[in-house]
């Protein structure tokens, strides 16, 4: 087995832009002759990120159904797995978004337990600009506060942290980031980052490869009660829906879907910790994403669509109960079909509040 494969954990809150850097990054080291893979990680069975990625042709493997940490063997078998296959020279590993205590459960096992097999180079702290001065201002955040504990405890464990979506900050807002920053997490090295930018993305990878981003080695102090309280306050949904719509009206069809469910979660003033769907019909396989703070215009995301059939992956955070998220989703689409005339059909319906996070291992 090949000993030098390079681990980048990439972690950081639900829709912070973690996978979007991760393919910017993956497309440009294998344009240099880089091999990469990935591996995936999140609550479900049927991961939009994972089809994401392998629709950019980026090879990628998924650990589903809870974080790194609970499934630590999990991990491991898939990293051997991607090393088998694909002798690759770095395996980017992208988090669960609300996972935290990386260091304890992740980093310092893989060092001591296996060592032979992978060497973890750094943990990047991926976090969306906004959310991060809403935070340094003191306003009210999106969430409760335990789930912004997960937002802080992500930020404190970073070797980088990846301060995301700068092209969405105007400048006020990063001189209150650069200011306010350093006497909030003192000696946390981080960087602004547009992961859109391949300019950008290339210097976040130049610190990647150059170890520049630093390997954390100190296990955070976390309250593991809150921790878990704020995870399971976060459900989790995912779901395949197949529509037969009137010829030329799937585009309106979703995008009517979509505006009722966002206007339904904003009626019930749920905060979405990320809404993530994979659109497949003839000739189209795209990825729409609508994070916590509201997407302009984010109908623009929604493809040209010609063929009456249209498949859509679901993977839905937020914060609720997972009936009320499940019942919100299938108002939703019973309000669309009072404008548009289609038919649906559900599949690998999941939804659920995930379970206390357990690790295998815990390094203090
Ligand atoms: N404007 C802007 N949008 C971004 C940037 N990075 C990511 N996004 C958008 O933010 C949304 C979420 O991005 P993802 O990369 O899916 O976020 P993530 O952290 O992987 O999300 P989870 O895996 O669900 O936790 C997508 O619509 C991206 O296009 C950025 O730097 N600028
Ligand atoms: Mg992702």
């Given at each position: 087995?090949?000993?030098?494969?390079?681990?980048?954990?990439?972690?950081?809150f639900l829709g912070?832009?973690?996978?979007?850097?991760?393919?910017?990054?993956?497309?440009?080291?294998?344009?240099?002759?880089?091999?990469?893979?990935?591996?995936t990680n999140d609550q479900g069975k049927y991961l939009v990120d994972t089809?994401?990625?392998?629709?950019?042709?980026?090879?990628?493997?998924e650990v589903g159904g809870g974080c790194f940490?609970c499934n630590?063997?999990?991990?491991?078998?898939?990293?051997?797995?991607?090393?088998?296959?694909?002798?690759?020279?770095?395996?980017?590993?992208e988090s669960v978004g609300s996972c935290?205590?990386?260091?304890?459960?992740?980093?310092?096992?893989?060092?001591?337990?296996?060592?032979?097999?992978?060497?973890?180079?750094?943990?990047?702290?991926?976090?969306?600009?906004?959310?991060?001065?809403?935070?340094?201002?003191?306003?009210?955040?999106?969430f409760?506060?335990?789930v912004?504990?997960i937002?802080?405890?992500?930020?404190?464990?970073?070797?980088?942290?990846?301060?995301?979506?700068?092209?969405?900050?105007?400048?006020?807002?990063?001189?209150?980031?650069?200011?306010?920053?350093?006497?909030?997490?003192?000696?946390?090295?981080?960087?602004?980052?547009?992961?859109?930018?391949?300019?950008?993305?290339?210097?976040?990878?130049?610190?990647?490869?150059?170890?520049?981003?630093?390997?954390?080695?100190?296990?955070?102090?976390?309250?593991?009660?809150?921790?878990s309280h704020g995870e399971m306050q976060m459900a989790w949904l995912d779901e395949t829906?197949?529509?037969?719509?009137?010829?030329?009206?799937?585009?309106?069809?979703?995008?009517?879907?979509?505006?009722?469910l966002?206007?339904?979660l904003?009626?019930?003033?749920v905060s979405i910790g990320h809404l993530k769907f994979?659109?497949?019909?003839?000739?189209?396989?795209?990825?729409?994403s609508l994070t916590t703070?509201?997407?302009?215009?984010?109908?623009?995301?929604?493809?040209?669509?010609?063929?009456?059939?249209?498949?859509?992956l679901v993977n839905a955070r937020v914060e609720a109960t997972a009936e009320g998220l499940r019942n919100t989703v299938m108002?939703?689409?019973?309000?669309?079909?009072?404008?548009?005339?289609?038919?649906?059909?559900e599949?690998n319906i999941e939804f659920f509040h995930p379970g206390e996070p357990?690790?295998?291992?815990?390094?203090?």
């Amino acid at each position: 087995m090949k000993q030098e494969t390079s681990l980048y954990l990439v972690g950081g809150f639900l829709g912070s832009g973690k996978t979007t850097a991760i393919i910017e990054a993956a497309k440009h080291l294998i344009q240099q002759g880089y091999k990469v893979g990935v591996i995936t990680n999140d609550q479900g069975k049927y991961l939009v990120d994972t089809a994401f990625f392998r629709l950019e042709s980026i090879p990628a493997v998924e650990v589903g159904g809870g974080c790194f940490c609970c499934n630590y063997d999990d991990l491991n078998d898939h990293i051997k797995e991607l090393i088998n296959q694909l002798s690759p020279d770095i395996i980017f590993a992208e988090s669960v978004g609300s996972c935290a205590d990386i260091v304890a459960t992740v980093i310092k096992p893989l060092l001591t337990l296996d060592r032979d097999i992978i060497t973890p180079k750094s943990l990047s702290v991926f976090v969306d600009g906004r959310m991060l001065t809403l935070w340094l201002d003191g306003s009210p955040m999106p969430f409760s506060d335990d789930v912004v504990y997960i937002f802080e405890k992500q930020m404190e464990e970073a070797g980088l942290l990846v301060i995301n979506k700068r092209d969405l900050l105007i400048d006020d807002e990063i001189r209150l980031i650069q200011e306010k920053f350093p006497s909030r997490l003192p000696d946390q090295p981080f960087i602004f980052q547009n992961s859109h930018d391949p300019a950008d993305v290339k210097s976040w990878v130049k610190m990647l490869i150059s170890s520049e981003a630093v390997l954390p080695m100190n296990s955070l102090e976390i309250d593991y009660a809150r921790y878990s309280h704020g995870e399971m306050q976060m459900a989790w949904l995912d779901e395949t829906i197949r529509f037969e719509v009137e010829a030329g009206s799937a585009k309106d069809v979703l995008i009517a879907i979509l505006q009722e469910l966002l206007d339904g979660l904003k009626e019930q003033q749920v905060s979405i910790g990320h809404l993530k769907f994979v659109i497949r019909s003839e000739g189209v396989h795209n990825k729409l994403s609508l994070t916590t703070i509201e997407t302009e215009n984010w109908q623009d995301q929604v493809p040209e669509i010609l063929d009456n059939q249209v498949e859509m992956l679901v993977n839905a955070r937020v914060e609720a109960t997972a009936e009320g998220l499940r019942n919100t989703v299938m108002a939703a689409i019973n309000k669309a079909q009072k404008a548009f005339d289609f038919t649906f059909e559900e599949s690998n319906i999941e939804f659920f509040h995930p379970g206390e996070p357990k690790p295998i291992h815990r390094f203090s």
